[in-house]
């Protein structure tokens, strides 16, 4: 037996691709339509893929968000199964992914800090 590390990786990935077209162009639900899909993770019996998402009103919209994945995640399993040929098609969880929101966070915050004046605790002596 050959023993193939990434198929799972390769496997997520395309999951990924096919259901970001999905989102795209099949659904019309608009608390979904406007979100990126950042990383897919399949357990190894590909039973169960965690789909994470982000958006750019995503924190405020959580829960719309949230419950437009829930009705449109019975169609989209279907319509992956139509197109990805698995023998297990996996139970899709979505995920929000925060760390695109705290990064952007994280790089507001050095940029407020580099623009910041010099505190003006010192006393003008060098």
């Known amino acids: 037996m050959v023993h193939r590390p990434h198929r799972g990786e390769r496997v997520a990935e395309q999951i990924r691709r096919e259901l970001a077209e999905l989102i795209r162009l099949e659904i019309k639900d608009p608390r979904v339509r406007m979100v990126t899909l950042t990383d897919v993770e399949v357990t190894p019996d590909y039973a169960h893929a965690r789909v994470y998402f982000t958006s750019l009103s995503a924190e405020e919209h959580l829960p719309e968000l949230q419950a437009g994945f829930k009705r449109a995640g019975g169609f989209l399993?279907?319509?992956?199964?139509?197109?990805?040929?698995?023998?297990?098609?996996?139970?899709?969880?979505?995920?929000?992914?925060?760390?695109?929101?705290?990064?952007?966070?994280?790089?507001?915050?050095?940029?407020?800090?580099?623009?910041?004046?010099?505190?003006?605790?010192?006393?003008?002596?060098?």
Do not use: Q
């Open 77 to 126: 399993r279907h319509e992956l199964g139509r197109r990805i040929r698995l023998h297990t098609l996996p139970e899709l969880h979505f995920v929000y992914d925060e760390s695109v929101e705290r990064g952007a966070r994280l790089s507001r915050l050095i940029d407020e800090a580099v623009k910041a004046p010099p505190s003006d605790d010192s006393d003008g002596h060098s």
